[in-house]
């Protein structure tokens, strides 16, 4: 499963960049000599006009094939107006960045569907409430359904953040349920400091609040302690020696505090109360900022207390743009910060990891699959852009030095060039591989 996901999620999504170099070369008048759905050895293919179209033996995306493409391509004088490298500036810069744009346009199509079939939102009950904190002075409490904030109706906990980001630390009036009866609390968020997705200091507001997760299981991950414990899909953890246990945050913090120390659980299942004894593994987890911090797991999931937000059309078009914006300025972020080493290198992963991904990501659903996809798209079209020979990035980099001098740089160049981009995706991918490889052997989590 997980290696048949990978080949479906890598071969749609570099078939998808090459659609783009191909339907742009053609618009724009360049002989398309080949396009193929895969690599390798041709299997089927049948030729329509001047293009060959084929299926090869590797089904692991595809590739284009224009006239005139390859430094050192003989031509025909009457086949100069259909070559690539006879093409102004501005034509070929439009093939080159065209399969990039594609693979963002795919990732925006594919959270426009998303957001209009419906994302899983958490209900906007409040869950853990943080000691000293102003959901607590205002006196919040666990279990209360926030159904408004400033007279604008609640429904989800995506709006309670929009609500309490955008603040500005000013009083915010909230309306709770609580045991059927409806309360107004002024609550005013404050400012404190807190840790961005790459450990760096940031400025944030907060009112001191989790959503409730229940402490109900919804999954047990195979040959994990809790499987072997015999805990169970459906189990509910109502005490962790002798602590009453009333969300899943109280839950996994003895949990996670706890490594390779016996913890008595009393558990609910049906009308029946167990009573297991577990013992978490120590593993260890790395935070973005390079620190390492030892944890207890078990291997289990929560259940969710999840409600689905769907969206209308525009909204879906406008949150699926965002959504593909937001991530592209984020890969972008994360390449400087691997440059500035804010980001350890040991982070990047490669194909071993992509295939885990995929195939985690593919047991959990069908929307969490092609959400992955997306990402993965994004990351494929930003990476394509990077100014390294044999990129696309590398193409729109020559093409630009080529605007500047008037022509074109010598044949001799170009060899030279691509040799050493080849070289840099190499290194590079073997580093990766790499990574991939260390994290299996150690066992360490993926930040």
Same mark, same amino acid.
């Given at each position: 499963?997980?290696?048949?996901? +990978?080949?479906?999620?890598?071969?749609?999504?570099?078939?998808?960049?090459?659609?783009?170099?191909?339907?742009?070369?053609?618009?724009?008048?360049?002989?398309? /000599?080949?396009?193929?759905?895969?690599?390798?050895?041709?299997?089927?293919?049948?030729?329509?006009?001047?293009?060959?179209?084929?299926?090869?033996?590797?089904?692991?995306?595809?590739?284009?094939?224009?006239?005139?493409?390859?430094? #050192? =391509?003989? /031509?025909?004088?009457?086949?100069?107006?259909?070559?690539?490298?006879?093409?102004?500036?501005?034509?070929?810069?439009?093939?080159?960045?065209?399969?990039?744009?594609?693979? /963002?346009?795919?990732? +925006?199509?594919?959270?426009?569907?998303?957001?209009?079939?419906?994302?899983?939102?958490?209900?906007?009950?409040?869950?853990?409430?943080?000691d000293?904190?102003?959901?607590? +002075?205002?006196?919040?409490?666990?279990?209360?359904?926030? +159904?408004?904030?400033?007279?604008?109706?609640?429904?989800?906990? =995506?709006?309670?953040?929009?609500?309490?980001?955008?603040?500005? *630390?000013?009083?915010?009036?909230?309306?709770?349920?609580?045991?059927?009866?409806?309360? &107004?609390?002024? /609550?005013?968020?404050?400012?404190?400091? *807190?840790?961005?997705?790459?450990?760096?200091?940031?400025?944030?507001?907060?009112?001191?609040?989790?959503?409730?997760?229940?402490?109900?299981? #919804? &999954?047990?991950?195979?040959n994990a302690v809790a499987e072997k414990t015999g805990i169970k899909k459906g189990d509910?953890?109502?005490?962790?020696?002798?602590?009453?246990?009333?969300?899943?945050?109280?839950?996994?913090?003895?949990?996670?505090?706890?490594?390779?120390?016996?913890?008595?659980?009393?558990?609910?299942? =049906? &009308?029946?109360?167990?009573e297991l004894t577990v013992t978490p593994e120590k593993k260890t987890f790395k935070y973005p900022d390079g620190t390492e911090k030892q944890i207890g797991l078990i291997g289990i999931g929560p259940a969710g207390n999840n409600l689905i937000k769907k969206y209308n059309p525009l909204k879906a078009v406008s949150l699926g743009i965002k959504k593909t914006w937001d991530m592209v300025g984020l890969t972008v972020v994360v390449i400087i910060k691997l440059i500035q080493r804010i980001v350890p290198a040991e982070t990047l992963g490669g194909p071993i990891m992509i295939f885990q991904m995929a195939g985690q990501q593919a047991s959990l659903g069908a929307t969490n699959f092609f959400v992955f996809m997306a990402v993965i798209s994004i990351n494929l079209g930003v990476l394509n852009l990077l100014p390294i020979p044999v990129l696309d990035g590398g193409h729109i980099l020559f093409l630009g030095i080529e605007a500047v001098r008037r022509k074109p740089l010598s044949e001799k160049v170009m060899i030279i060039t691509q040799r050493i981009g080849v070289g840099i995706i190499i290194t590079l991918m073997a580093f990766a591989f790499y990574n991939d490889i260390m994290r299996f052997i150690s066992g360490k989590t993926i930040p």
């Open positions: 499963m997980t290696f048949f996901s +990978a080949i479906v999620l890598l071969g749609i999504l570099i078939f998808v960049h090459e659609l783009g170099h191909f339907l742009f070369a053609k618009k724009l008048g360049v002989r398309v /000599l080949k396009f193929s759905l895969g690599f390798g050895p041709k299997l089927i293919g049948k030729k329509y006009g001047d293009t060959e179209y084929l299926v090869s033996a590797v089904p692991l995306g595809g590739y284009v094939k224009m006239l005139g493409e390859e430094p #050192g =391509d003989e /031509l025909k004088e009457e086949d100069k107006p259909f070559a690539y490298n006879y093409q102004p500036v501005w034509k070929r810069f439009l093939i080159v960045f065209s399969g990039p744009v594609f693979n /963002l346009f795919f990732a +925006a199509a594919i959270f426009f569907v998303v957001f209009l079939s419906g994302v899983p939102v958490p209900k906007p009950y409040a869950g853990k409430v943080m000293n904190s102003p959901a607590a +002075a205002a006196g919040l409490m666990t279990g209360d359904r926030i +159904a408004a904030i400033n007279g604008k109706t609640v429904a989800g906990w =995506d709006d309670i953040d929009v609500f309490v980001n955008e603040s500005r *630390g000013e009083k915010l009036l909230f309306k709770i349920e609580r045991e059927g009866r409806f309360i &107004e609390i002024p /609550l005013t968020p404050e400012k404190k400091m *807190g840790k961005n997705i790459f450990g760096e200091n940031t400025e944030v507001m907060d009112i001191g609040i989790m959503p409730l997760v229940y402490p109900e299981v #919804g &999954e047990v991950i195979k509910r953890i109502v005490e962790i020696e002798g602590t009453p246990i009333k969300t899943w945050h109280d839950m996994t913090a003895i949990i996670h505090g706890s490594p390779e120390k016996p913890l008595r659980l009393k558990i609910k299942r =049906d &009308e029946n109360l167990l």
